[in-house]
């Protein structure tokens, strides 16, 4: 996309991308590359995990990994039960992912092109990760209830039969929005993060005179905003698993009637 | 400002490209690090099991260990009570046949002595009339051997009989002593 604005003498631009064609597909070079070494990293972790894992006295590596795990599992056995246990990987895998693609933006400097963005950055992995977990839930929910069942359950709720087509608009709706809603919650915080970034660094053409006090100012503001941005994506990272599970809540929730 | 070719809310071909990534990492740590990860805390949580139910056997036997030191110990108070009072009847029971004893001991002295003080007292007696006799024999041969006087013959009566006390009298107490 071209410049945002050209009015403060600033060429602040979004969704720019190392962009290469492939089979006719336009691919975000960056963002893939960004998202293989998250994707390395967590691997990795987990492999490293895999070989030290013991049943003793555990390492601070494996407390955390435990401590993770351990978190989601009582997530997932609070909210679905014991039924759930099998969406426990997906959400962890999911929080750690995320939070590790997260990280990258730390990394980054606000520049145009950055040599690693968090892949979350961009509407491409959010979206790619709303859609599966979206696909599993109505899975789970047709397992859960049958494929009549499922159907029946858009229009029998939460208002009576008699109301139907209320009933199917707002369940509809509902099933549309939330696989849009995770996409956009998480591509909207990295996203504007990184505009953040691009707006701290552009704050160093600001000079009063011959002082350069956007200089000055830009160095503590970029600081205080990439703490504020590790929250951010801790957050959001634990967001987008904690919505997954309570997505598979309701999609295995035992019919009350 | 033209409208770009792309639009960032727009999805393209890096869609599939991360989904797969997406899954593949998924994959991995759904089969190679999970399984392994639950595996070594499921046995942990065995092994602090094992060691807490260890914990309280070790607990029960102690206390068992314990209910069985207080049994015996109490058994052998119980016992020592006992045998200080075999003890203390016994020395009881001695001591009392010890003064029966020594009562029968000392009565039969007494007798034996009160015997031997009447015989000799029995002895003194004899000796006594047999010495009374030859001195009424000498005294009557005396009043025979004189003229008769009342008033003489008197102080000789007297005067035997005063020995004849004397001697008895000595030998009583001697007896008696």
Same mark, same amino acid.
């Given at each position: 996309?071209?410049?945002?604005? !050209? /009015? ?6 979004? =969704? ?23 994707? +390395? ?17 555990? =390492?601070?590596?494996?407390? /955390?990994?435990?401590?993770?795990? !351990? ?22 895998? +999911?929080?750690?992912?995320? %939070? ?30 709303? +859609? ?13 209830? =049958? ?36 996409? +956009?919650?998480? %591509?909207?915080?990295? %996203? ?10 552009? /704050? ?35 967001? %987008?698993?904690? /919505? ?14 | $400002? &033209? ?7 727009? &999805? ?22 999970? &399984?392994?990860?639950?595996? *070594? ?21 102690? #206390? #068992? ?14 016992? @020592?009570?006992?045998?200080? *009072? ?11 046949? @010890? ?5 029968? $001991?000392?009565?039969?002295?007494? *007798? ?34 004189? #003229? ?27 007896? @008696?002593?």
């Amino acid at each position: 996309m071209g410049p945002v604005s !050209g /009015l403060y003498g600033i060429d602040i631009s979004v =969704g720019d991308h190392v962009q290469r064609k492939l089979f006719g597909l336009t691919i975000n070079v960056d963002i893939v590359w960004a998202t293989c070494i998250a994707g +390395l990293i967590v691997i990795i972790l987990g492999l490293v995990l895999r070989a030290k894992a013991t049943s003793g006295v555990p =390492g601070k590596f494996q407390l /955390l990994w435990e401590m993770a795990v !351990g978190a989601v599992q009582t997530q997932v056995e609070d909210s679905i039960g014991p039924r759930g246990a099998k969406i426990v990987p997906l959400a962890l895998t +999911l929080f750690i992912f995320i %939070f590790t693609c997260n990280l990258f933006e730390v990394l980054s400097i606000g520049s145009k092109l950055e040599w690693l963005p968090a892949p979350t950055s961009d509407i491409n992995l959010p979206l790619a990760m709303a +859609l599966f977990v979206i696909v599993l839930v109505h899975r789970a929910a047709i397992k859960n209830r =049958g494929a009549g069942g499922y159907l029946k359950h858009y229009v029998a709720q939460p208002f009576p039969p008699k109301l139907f087509f209320v009933n199917a608009f707002m369940n509809v709706v509902e099933e549309i929005v939330k696989p849009v809603t995770l996409t +956009l919650r998480l %591509f909207g915080n990295l %996203f504007a993060g990184g505009l953040m970034l691009s707006l701290l660094a552009a /704050l160093v053409i600001w000079k009063l005179g011959p002082a350069p006090i956007g200089a000055a100012l830009s160095v503590p503001f970029t600081v205080l905003w990439k703490l504020f941005d590790m929250a951010i994506g801790a957050i959001q990272a634990f967001i %987008f698993a904690l /919505l997954t599970i309570l997505y598979f809540d309701t999609a295995m929730a035992e019919e009350h009637h | $400002m &033209p409208f770009a070719t792309s639009n960032f809310l727009v &999805p393209n071909g890096t869609f599939i490209v991360v989904l797969l990534a997406f899954i593949i990492v998924l994959g991995v740590i759904a089969k190679f690090v999970l &399984p392994v990860l639950n595996a *070594a805390l499921t046995e942990r949580q065995e092994q602090i099991r094992g060691e807490l139910a260890a914990a309280d056997q070790a607990k029960a036997d102690a #206390e #068992e260990a314990d209910a069985t030191r207080r049994t015996e110990l109490e058994q052998a108070r119980n016992q @020592a009570r006992d045998i200080v *009072a075999g003890a203390n009847a016994t020395a009881e029971s001695t001591k009392a046949a @010890a003064v029966v004893e020594a009562q029968a $001991m000392h009565d039969r002295i007494v *007798a034996s002595a009160e015997a031997e003080v009447a015989v000799a007292r029995q002895a003194a007696v004899e000796e006594v009339t047999a010495k009374v006799g030859a001195i009424v024999l000498a005294a009557a041969e005396r009043v025979i051997g004189r #003229e008769i006087n009342a008033a003489d013959h008197q102080d000789l009566i007297n005067e035997a009989i005063a020995a004849v006390r004397t001697e008895t009298s000595g030998a009583a107490a001697g007896g @008696a002593r």
